[in-house]
């Protein structure tokens, strides 16, 4: 996330000073690479999606809503395959956002899966996703779960500890099994974001460190003891990420350490995972990559190391999560008050908040917001929606510029809800979480269904 986003959907409200106060707004506007592909204004000035007017979206479902694109999704996980090409697997990063019918969705689209936990990995499992093209990631993977992803055959566990090289080495010992493992290195890059979603500096919980020795040894442990497979290395240096350098640093780095196993143990890896991370538009300062460029960068990083470093070029794999789901998915909220705090600023509160959305909150993320239900010739203001919840940093959209007719009954658009908010929700305040809707070609189906009460009431054994 970069410092200076501020959170505009039609302007660019940040660094500007005094001057952006003076500039023109249209607050019925839609950028598109913020919205899902299929999201217009109607005629009457209301957001449609895949054919679908917002109010009969809310009058059915109720709001809080995530609305998910399905096209748009699907869309975007051909854009992958078509721009890093067969040669290329791409993972699905299953922690973004993770349903059954969205992996139906990614497998049918010919995307492999990448889980990081045991329910993560059910869900696949349950939805019919090939255990083959699962990927296990995980910084404390359990015996437990160890042994359900060896029973099951995932293709690949990515190894994050000795203690769990030894874990796992036992338990194909046991089983006669040979389970496919990748070791996760630490390359020390700091990637331009924040400092909780960045992941592949020296001093965090994931992975071998690569400048002290400890991933080549790792490598060496597995080589030797000659019970689990080693295909390759694997790094991923941070989420929403709009600066390729890191990834070149990261190539560069990692493909020496397949060199020295290499020169150390006759033995050239056949697989690299370069991770993913890779950002999306939150608001109009963002300016993310196509997948195509991502592509040819990335080759063209990896085909140089290579060369300097006299090696085949390894099978490829990337694990994209946000940047397939996040711009898929918008939620949908309804105004409740509407409140002038003397001249400071106005707090539009809607009927959600840090329980569906904690980015906000936790680690200063950007988002942007537009009346959806409407459209509206009155003047901008630069307003704040904000949450439900008994806390003062319940902030949906820090900055944003509304309609100053914006009233209780009006529905709220956010876009770029897709990864890392279902996902991240909670309960707090005792608040059900929404449900997910998925829309396409003019039919709505939930896809998750909204939590009640009595789903609250009913683990509460006391």
Same mark, same amino acid.
């Given at each position: ?6 959170? %505009? ?13 003076? !500039? ?38 109720? !709001? ?9 999704? +699907? ?14 697997? #791409?993972?699905? &990063? ?5 349903? +059954? ?19 993560? =990995?059910?869900?696949? /499992?349950?939805?019919?996703? $090939? ?14 779960? =160890?042994? +359900? ?35 996760? #290195?630490?390359? *020390? ?38 019970? /689990?497979?080693?295909?390759? /290395?694997?790094?991923?240096? *941070?989420?929403?990420?709009?600066? &390729? ?10 493909? &020496? ?16 995972? =370069?991770?993913?991370?890779? *950002? ?21 990083? #990896?085909? %140089? ?8 070029? $390894? ?5 994209? *999560? ?15 008050t509407v409140k002038d705090v003397d001249g400071i600023r106005t707090y539009v509160s809607v ?17 942007s917001a537009t009346v959806a239900s409407r459209a509206s010739v009155a003047e901008p203001m ?14 949906? #959209? ?65």
């Open positions: 996330m970069r410092a200076h986003e501020a959170g %505009a959907l039609h302007g660019d409200i940040g660094n500007r000073g005094p001057a952006w106060l003076r !500039t023109p707004v249209d607050v019925n506007a839609l950028v598109p690479q913020l919205w899902p592909r299929t999201v217009e204004r109607g005629t009457d000035g209301a957001l449609t999606v895949a054919g679908l007017g917002v109010r009969d979206l809310a009058d059915r479902f109720g !709001t809080p809503v995530y609305v998910l694109d399905e096209d748009d999704l +699907r869309s975007r996980c051909r854009d992958f395959r078509a721009a890093f090409g067969d040669g290329v697997d #791409v993972y699905y &990063a299953g922690k973004a956002f993770l349903c +059954r019918a969205v992996v139906r969705m990614i497998a049918e689209e010919g995307l492999h899966l990448d889980v990081c936990s045991g329910g993560e =990995l059910a869900t696949a /499992l349950s939805a019919g996703m $090939p255990p083959e093209r699962i990927g296990f990631h995980g910084n404390n993977k359990s015996v437990a779960e =160890l042994t +359900r992803a060896v029973d099951a055959g995932v293709g690949r566990i990515i190894v994050d500890s000795v203690t769990e090289i030894d874990r796992l080495t036992a338990l194909a010992r046991e089983r006669g099994v040979r389970p496919r493992v990748l070791v996760r #290195v630490t390359v *020390g890059v700091e990637a331009h974001t924040h400092e909780f979603i960045a992941t592949a500096h020296e001093d965090q919980k994931f992975g071998f460190s690569l400048a002290g020795g400890a991933a080549a040894a790792a490598a060496f442990k597995i080589l030797d003891e000659d019970v /689990l497979e080693l295909r390759g /290395l694997h790094s991923h240096i *941070g989420s929403q990420i709009f600066d &390729a350098s890191g990834f070149e640093v990261s190539a560069r780095r990692v493909l &020496a350490l397949q060199a020295q196993i290499r020169d150390a143990r006759g033995v050239e890896l056949p697989e690299l995972d =370069l991770g993913g991370g890779f *950002g999306i538009a939150y608001t109009t300062q963002d300016d993310p990559a196509a997948p195509h460029d991502l592509a040819k960068r990335l080759r063209k990083i #990896v085909d %140089a190391e290579c060369e300097a470093e006299r090696l085949a070029v $390894p099978h490829l794999s990337i694990e994209p *999560g946000r940047a397939i789901v996040g711009p898929a998915v918008f939620t949908l909220y309804e105004v409740g009927d959600g908040g840090m329980s569906d959305n904690i980015r906000t909150a936790l680690y200063g993320a950007s988002y630069l307003a704040r929606v904000v949450g439900k919840h008994c806390e003062s940093g319940d902030i949906v #959209v820090k900055d944003e510029f509304l309609p100053a007719d914006v009233q209780p009954g009006d529905l709220v658009a956010v876009p770029g809800t897709g990864a890392y908010c279902r996902s991240m929700a909670s309960n707090y305040n005792h608040v059900p979480r929404p449900p997910v809707v998925a829309v396409r070609d003019g039919q709505a189906r939930v896809i998750v269904r909204r939590e009640t009460e009595e789903d609250l009431l009913a683990l509460d054994v006391g």
